[in-house]
């Protein structure tokens, strides 16, 4: 929470791998009591979907959990519909990010077992 923080100090969670960078996150907001960490792709370069793990190709509703799809789109690099090893629940657009974003992001859970997981 960040009123347990060091005063000055700001925390800012981020999400990211080599194939998109890092998406930032939803602006803390201290009226909304809402600690929900949402995090938004750095677009056009990068765009999350969230997908029905047993149907890849229907994008789930917002605030239902899904599979984190990203297709990246550089210059340098196209990869359309990665399937990432994580889900979270789709969140939807905001003011400062007017695209899909992604919330309460883990490792996919049925890899809970299988996977050696890196930092969540």
Same mark, same amino acid.
Request: charged share 30%; glycine share 6%; no cysteine.
């Given at each position: 929470? &960040?009123? !347990?923080l060091?005063p000055?100090? #700001?925390?800012?969670?981020? *999400?990211?791998?080599?194939l998109?960078g890092?998406?930032t996150?939803?602006p803390?907001?201290?009226?909304?009591? #809402? *600690?929900?960490?949402? *995090?938004y /792709?750095? =677009?056009?370069?990068?765009?999350?979907e969230?997908?029905d /793990?047993?149907?890849p190709d %229907?994008i789930? #509703?917002?605030?239902?959990t899904g $599979?984190v799809i990203?297709t990246?789109?550089? &210059? !340098?690099?196209?990869m359309? %519909?990665? +399937?990432? %090893?994580? !889900?979270?629940? $789709?969140?939807?657009?905001?003011?400062a990010y /007017?695209?899909?974003?992604? =919330?309460? +992001?883990r +490792?996919?859970?049925?890899?809970q077992e299988?996977v050696?997981v890196?930092v969540?």
């Open positions: 929470a &960040r009123e !347990e060091v000055g100090i #700001d925390f800012v969670p981020t *999400y990211g791998n080599t998109m890092l998406a996150n939803k803390f907001d201290p009226q909304a009591k #809402d *600690y929900t960490i949402t *995090y /792709p750095p =677009s056009p370069r990068a765009v999350f969230l997908v /793990p047993d149907n %229907r789930v #509703d917002y605030g239902e $599979r990203l990246t789109l550089t &210059r !340098e690099f196209f359309p %519909r990665f +399937l990432e %090893r994580d !889900e979270g629940e $789709r969140a939807a657009p905001i003011e /007017p695209w899909d974003g992604v =919330s309460n +992001l +490792l996919f859970s049925r890899f299988s050696v890196g969540y």
